[in-house]
């Protein structure tokens, strides 16, 4: 069974830097895509940056120039860099994986991040 952890999220200062991890444990097979999403309560959960397995990535444009994500296949690990947080950048941030070969996608936790003006 494949289980994700996410981890790093905090109380921030509006100016300020966060950088989330999520390693993925379990019975491993080739992890494909990686991603970090978000969800404020009342709305639908929004892609915030993605990478496939080769490196490419994709950000949502409200955080384009200030977060960064990458991973580190060794470690079966994603992350994210975030630089320059805002007040609207608060809510729960969720990792996502997907497996080669395998329908269907695996969540973490969720981690919550909370900026501060």
């Known amino acids: 069974q494949v289980q994700l952890v996410a981890s790093g999220g905090c109380l921030v200062q509006a100016g300020g830097t966060l950088r989330l991890s999520c390693a993925v444990s379990g019975s491993i097979f080739n992890i494909n895509n990686m991603g970090w999403y978000r969800q404020a309560p009342g709305k639908q959960r929004e892609l915030v940056a993605a990478?496939?397995?080769?490196?490419?990535?994709n950000y949502a444009d409200s955080v384009k120039g200030r977060f960064t994500i990458s991973r580190d296949n060794a470690k079966n690990t994603v992350y994210l860099q975030m630089n320059s947080l805002k007040p609207e950048d608060t809510t729960v941030y969720y990792c996502?994986?997907?497996?080669?070969?395998?329908?269907?996608?695996?969540w973490g936790q969720g981690t919550q991040v909370t900026v501060s003006s």
């Open positions: 996502r994986a997907d497996f080669v070969g395998i329908p269907g996608v695996s």
């Open positions: 990478i496939t397995r080769g490196g490419n990535t």
